[in-house]
């Protein structure tokens, strides 16, 4: 086990109206630097420990979108307890712990942005992360939720200049999310880039974590009636 919400930050009724999970951590994304891993993934429980007495939206909202975690490439064989989330100074806070996610990823909430809790929605979740050869930059996929259920149209894609996540706040360095996809009438889930089945592609070994100029976009879609993972859309980076 890598990662771990401990019951007391699960946030339950009355407050969670979302038709979804009381909170967690999951839907990680991961990719090797250096000497360790590291894991973005969504941070989903309370920022602290839930209680119905005293539990505040603007607070747990604080605590949730996409957050950051790393662990030494040499403790893979034997995870638990070794990783560590950020916590808004450094990578030092437990496995288990209470971390601080990714601030330019949290959707303001003046411009909508709300706790997990809610069934209106308002954050990004999903992250998919890869390294851009091209663009020499990290680049993240996620997905919006923006109502009960995870209910979600839009694909938004945010970058990261620093090659080396290792250095000071790094690993934080994300650029606003802008908007990739939008599909009004599906729910778009899990959106990934994978390389084209081209020559360039086998030449240079690429791998959904290393891509070049182009991309093809994989993404969930989702209706009541049937849900599809398929690539419908190339996507080309221009500097």
């Not at 979108?65 to 990578?91: M, Y």
Request: glycine share 10%.
């Amino acid at each position: 086990m890598l990662l771990k919400a401990l019951q007391p930050r699960l946030i339950l009724k009355p407050h969670n109206t979302s038709n979804t999970f009381a909170g967690g951590v999951g839907d990680p994304s991961a990719v090797a630097h250096g000497d360790y891993l590291y894991v973005f993934y969504g941070e989903y429980g309370y920022a602290g420990e839930y209680d119905s007495a005293n539990c505040n939206p603007q607070t747990e909202w604080q605590g949730q979108c996409i957050s950051v975690a790393r662990i030494a490439l040499a403790d893979l064989d034997n995870p638990q307890g070794k990783a560590r989330r950020w916590n808004g100074q450094g990578f030092d806070a437990a496995w288990d712990g209470v971390g601080t996610p990714i601030a330019s990823l949290q959707i303001p909430l003046e411009k909508g942005g709300g706790p997990a809790s809610s069934p209106t929605g308002g954050f990004h979740w999903g992250p998919s992360v890869s390294w851009n050869e091209y663009l020499q930059c990290w680049v993240m996929l996620m997905g919006k939720v923006t109502g009960p259920s995870w209910a979600g149209s839009s694909i938004y894609i945010s970058f990261n200049k620093h090659a080396d996540l290792s250095t000071g706040n790094h690993a934080q360095d994300w650029t606003t999310p802008q908007l990739l996809l939008e599909r009004p009438g599906f729910f778009l889930w899990y959106p990934s880039l994978q390389p084209p089945d081209d020559s360039t592609t086998k030449a240079r070994k690429y791998t959904s974590t290393r891509l070049g100029q182009r991309a093809r976009l994989y993404v969930k879609y989702i209706k009541p009636e049937r849900s599809i993972y398929a690539s419908a859309h190339e996507v080309k980076f221009k500097q």
